[in-house]
């Protein structure tokens, strides 16, 4: 049974550029959050996709954006880097909402930006 | 809002020591509570979980006590390795059961 994958597992830009981090959920998980983990911090929650949709946001501007696939994968997009962009970003899926499920996290995309 | 406050590291420990790393919780109602652990250049794995009140989370010897008179999760573990040596992230739901609030974190490390 594969896990939560990620890709790419690296990625350098250059400040202003865009970049989009893929994430693929874990077999039979269908609810999609990403996460931004600043060095030496805990994740904090960017957003979340259910059935396609953007279901829950935190505090992070609209130059990130997001997008569920049918098959549940999801993407993540960052516009107009900012060096303060740089983190590790991790995804993490779990089963459908409405019970004490965990979400299962995938090994990150470490961006720096430059 | 919904917060987690978590043991501030770094915490250092002879192999075999006992290990306590404190977290306290603010929440409306009681949420369910994970302990999360990342080892060096991983992602997140979750390491243990409670989901009700006086609930005890075990796991790979690790166990954590739900306790709502002191809004409290602690992780303790009798005899620490080497290979525990990680950050660990206390955590409990924004809102429902998904997404989740994480503390900063405790870097463990146990020497030989």
């Known amino acids: 049974d594969a896990g939560v994958t990620q890709s790419p597992t690296h990625l350098i830009k250059t400040r202003g550029q865009q970049v989009t981090l893929r994430c693929s959920p874990k077999?039979?998980?269908?609810?999609v959050s990403w996460y931004q983990q600043a060095l030496g911090q805990g994740p904090q929650f960017i957003f979340q996709?259910?059935?396609?949709?953007?279901?829950q946001r935190g505090n992070f501007p609209d130059r990130f954006s997001g997008h569920q696939f049918p098959n549940y994968s999801s993407e993540l997009n960052v516009n107009a880097l900012l060096l303060g962009d740089s983190a590790l970003y991790l995804c993490a899926s779990s089963l459908p909402r409405g019970g004490p499920y965990e979400q299962y996290f995938g090994p990150g995309t470490r961006l720096t930006v430059t | 809002g919904d917060s987690v406050t978590q043991m501030e590291g770094p915490v250092t420990l002879s192999e075999e020591a006992f290990l306590t790393i404190n977290c306290t919780y603010t929440a409306t109602g009681y949420p369910s509570l994970f302990w999360y652990v990342q080892y060096p250049g991983e992602g997140l794995q979750l390491l243990l979980k409670?989901?009700?009140?006086?609930d005890k989370g075990s796991n790979k010897g690790f166990e954590a006590t739900y306790r709502k008179e002191t809004t409290s999760f602690h992780l303790e573990k009798g005899s620490v390795q080497v290979s525990d040596s990680a950050v660990y992230f206390c955590?409990?739901?924004?809102?429902?059961?998904?997404?989740?609030?994480f503390g900063k974190g405790t870097r463990l490390s146990v020497i030989a």
């Open positions: 077999s039979g998980h269908d609810t």
């Open positions: 996709y259910y059935e396609e949709e953007e279901r």
């Open positions: 409670a989901t009700k009140a006086d």
């Open positions: 955590a409990l739901p924004l809102s429902g059961n998904t997404p989740l609030v």
